[in-house]
């Protein structure tokens, strides 16, 4: 029997250790049920802990993972770690330990106040990035990539992070900050690996129309992908002092205003910008360059920047008018973005036509609109009438656009084509945590894979870690890891020293929960074909264009080396809105906001953390911590306690008419389907807080009926006990199970947590009867029980016929007489 007053420490206590040795968590091995396999985003493990902002996604995923279960679904819903990479090394360095000691204690801090919150992780299939049995496999999927001919070594010039002292993908610089603190980055040349993801770049856009994704998301993908359909024209050049003729290839969107080109521009970085500079030129072209590596590409392509330049003392002929034209380097123009060097035409693109009047170059109008009046003082940038472009003048740019492919192609000069925004993923890192690059370097024959049979490259243990800052990795220094044997000749060669990116280690891992301890591969295939794709995927939006793009390209590889059956790893995503403090800021120590679930759990208990995540708001949108509206949770786990187990029933009224406790009974079963379908469906939906607002307003409705007498003990009001009991489990687990037990429904049928999820009728959801509050002059005087489908007139005459309403009413004039349907009468009179 329960005891008198609810008491979660108590029942945290006793049902807990149950649980763990009944293994109520571990995932199922009928393979011949439907599967629902829900995963959290691979979490990094931090130093400082977990706050309860933490919890905004990992209590609704484990929500829905209880009701799968309920549902009859085989669900896996497993936890492990990112581990690998700068968060955990520059964490490692700030207190002076390894990282390998700092990773297993945060680990092991995570993996207890994940229990504080009663997470159901199936923890038999943990996995931990750092460990050889892990990135083991993530190596052999760096090999795959190279004998694919997608993983290649190149020299450029390279975003690089003093303060890490490492390289840095483009994906990973903000703002022209490095994206792990706000310190500005530069560049440097440097020899790099590179995974050819540009290859995949019309897959990666496609397939984006066959999840169920955030719209927000699949457009920032997009964007940073960046498709544009256009043409190339190649335009040509005297090199200065050789006269040698130099291609200079362009890439436009508008090929429709070839005829109002004025100037050309390189981009700095482009190796043309040497070639094309004249003797009087060079000193200010090198300066100029050397100070545009400084800055970030946002910086430089910033509509809000003056645009600045140098002229290179060449000039173009373009190839369609045969004009001469003069060429500048200017940061502007980016390197990747096309083929690096830009046509310029001021007269109708808003950024040529900036730089154009900063050094006062030509500007010519070859494109009018509609009006026949080119604008004044600004670039006219839509689409028009050719104007004053030979004999194109006149048509409309999208015949015009066609006729100019046209006359390139068949003139050989130029072809339309496809160009996309975004470049190779770039996954060397000059630091020391992280899986070490499967490369060994020989004089004689290149760059050889380690054979696959001679993974792991195990990580070397070393005391002294921190990054050089010379371009080259920590393991450089270490003799015994470097020097090795050629996989090819034999013969003496290095290791490759820079580790992969982080990246890389969560580009897989939804693949290996399935089948964490094989030895043999990175996944069964049989295994992976039952599990995967992944039915739900949760987590911040932060990683659009990082994560989640780099595991699509990598599932896209898989499938076409016939690895796995699908194409996109992740059908369902969802990101969860951040949790702000209760000063309405971002949670840090630093602010002293921060909300642990160590301290709630401490004051509330678990289930009442566990609801309040849910309650908070809208699962999408930014909420604030509120000390004061948790209590209000916490005191309808105190109201379910006292309804379940009757400490209420000295409130019973003494008698009930026969039809009054038939009718209570009747709507008490209306509510209870009511709530199933509600709870059911807000849940699949993500509208966690209606689906506790409806598991309230049945505790309301039964509060309710249970003052009548002769409700308690029968069939209706057992049903709606189980049906509360088996809707609260998935959100309230300890809550539901003790009373699940004090009912004596687990002697006969076990856990509450392993029983069917209830089902609702739908011809059970309509109302037999509504009760009509009856306003008159705005006070409510009367309360009318009619059937559902009472006509207005009907409903009329019978509230006009009540006593009450008739001493109101008589002797005065009715003004208005208004219903709404199934919730007032309001009456005015006069």
């Known amino acids: 029997m329960a005891a008198d007053r609810y008491d979660f420490k108590a029942l945290q206590d006793k049902w807990k250790p149950r649980w763990q040795a009944e293994g109520l968590y571990r995932t199922g091995n009928d393979l011949s049920r439907p599967k629902y396999y829900c995963l959290d985003f691979f979490p990094y493990p931090s130093g400082s802990g977990l706050s309860v902002g933490h919890l905004r996604n990992y209590v609704p995923t484990d929500v829905i993972s209880r009701m799968k279960r309920m549902q009859g679904f085989n669900v896996l819903h497993p936890m492990g770690w990112d581990a690998f990479g700068l968060p955990a090394e520059n964490f490692a360095l700030q207190k002076g330990v390894h990282p390998a000691i700092t990773t297993s204690e945060n680990v092991a801090n995570y993996k207890r106040q994940l229990a504080l919150a009663e997470t159901s992780y199936d923890w038999s299939r943990e ?76 897959r990666l856009l496609a397939d984006l129309d066959t999840v169920d994704w955030p719209d927000h998301i699949k457009l920032m993908q997009r964007n940073w992908i960046g498709k544009s359909i ?71 392509t910033s509509t809000d920047k003056e645009k600045t330049g140098v002229f290179l003392g060449s000039y173009a002929i373009n190839p369609l008018s045969g004009d001469r034209v003069p060429i500048w380097t200017a940061d502007y123009v980016l390197a990747h973005y096309g083929t690096g060097i830009v046509m310029a035409v001021p007269a109708h693109d808003t950024r040529d036509y900036a730089f154009a009047r900063g050094y006062d170059l030509p500007i010519r109008v070859v494109i009018m609109p509609a009006s026949g009046d080119a604008p004044e003082g600004e670039a006219y940038t839509e689409p028009g009438t050719m104007h004053a472009s030979g004999r194109f003048t006149g048509l409309p740019s999208p015949e ?179 949790v702000l403090g209760s000063d309405g800021q971002k ?17 509330y208990g678990c289930d009442t953390l566990r609801a309040f995540m849910l309650f908070l708001g809208s699962f999408e949108t930014e909420v604030a911590w509120s000390d004061e509206a948790i209590t209000g949770i916490s005191r309808f786990h105190y109201r ?27 709507e008490l079963e209306r509510q209870r389907n009511v709530a199933i379908k509600r709870v059911t469906q807000e849940v699949e939906g993500f509208s966690f807080n209606t689906a506790v607002a409806a598991l309230m307003e049945l505790s309301n409705a039964m509060t309710d009926t249970s003052l009548l007498a002769g409700v308690r003990g029968s069939e209706g009001w057992e049903k709606a006990v189980e049906t509360m009991l088996l809707l609260l489990a998935p959100i309230s687990p300890f809550l539901s199970e003790e009373l699940w037990e004090a009912t004596g429904r687990r002697e006969r049928s076990g856990s509450v947590h392993v ?49 009450n309403v008739k001493k109101h009413v008589e002797g005065k004039q009715i003004a208005k007489f208004i219903v709404v349907p199934g919730r007032l009468v309001s009456i005015a009179v006069k």
């Open 230 to 300: 256009g043409s190339e024209v190649t335009f040509q050049a005297e090199e200065p002092g050789t006269g040698a003729r130099l291609d200079l290839p362009i890439f436009t969107t508008r090929i429709d205003t070839i005829f109002g080109v004025t100037y050309m521009v390189v981009a700095p970085e482009s190796p043309l910008v040497a070639r094309l500079t004249a003797p009087a030129q060079k000193a200010a072209v090198d300066a100029y360059v050397d100070a545009s590596r400084a800055k970030s590409e946002i910086e430089r």
């Open 755 to 803: 029983q069917s999820w209830p089902t609702w009728e739908e011809a059970a959801l309509a109302r037999q009867t509504v009760e009509y509050p009856v306003q008159i002059n705005g006070k409510v005087r009367d309360r009318v029980n009619v059937a559902a489908d009472t006509a207005d007139d009907a409903l009329r005459a019978v509230v006009l016929a009540r006593e």
């Open 400 to 578: 015009a656009i066609g006729a100019l492919n046209a006359e390139i192609e068949s003139r050989g000069i130029g072809k339309k084509t496809i160009n996309f925004k975004f470049r190779d993923w770039l996954i060397s890192r000059q630091r020391y945590w992280g899986a070490p690059i499967p490369v060994v370097h020989c004089n004689g024959c290149g760059a050889q894979p380690v054979p696959p049979e001679q993974l792991p490259v195990v990580l070397p243990s070393m005391s002294e870690f921190r990054p050089s800052g010379t371009g080259k990795g920590p393991l450089a220094t270490v003799p015994e890891f470097v020097r090795t044997s050629c996989p090819k000749c034999s013969g003496p060669a290095e290791r490759e020293t820079d580790t992969m990116d982080g990246f890389a280690c969560s580009s897989w891992y939804f693949l290996r929960f399935p089948d964490s301890t094989n030895n043999r591969a990175a996944f069964d295939r049989e295994t992976a074909q039952y599990w995967l794709p992944v039915d739900l995927y949760v987590g911040g939006a932060e990683h659009a264009v990082m994560h989640l793009l780099y595991a699509r390209f990598w599932t896209k590889v898989m499938y076409d080396a016939g690895l796995v059956s699908f194409q996109e790893p992740f059908y369902r995503l969802r990101n969860q809105g951040m």
């Open 587 to 603: 949670m840090s120590k630093s602010k002293g906001n921060v909300v642990t679930p160590d301290e709630v759990v401490e004051k």
């Open 640 to 666: 379910v306690w006292d309804l379940i187990t009757g400490r209420r029933d000295s409130e019973v009224k003494p008698a009930t008419s026969p039809d009054a406790l038939a009718s209570a009974m009747r």
């Open 127 to 202: 996995i931990n990035s750092s460990a050889p049995d892990y990135y083991r496999w993530t190596q052999w999927f760096f090999l795959l990539l190279h004998e694919r001919g997608l993983a290649y070594q190149a020299e450029g010039y390279q975003w690089f992070c003093e303060l890490c002292g490492t390289v840095l993908a483009n994906e990973q610089v903000e703002n022209g900050n490095c994206w792990r603190h706000e310190k500005p980055v530069g560049k440097r040349k440097l020899k790099q690996w590179y995974f050819r993801i540009t290859q995949y770049a019309d």
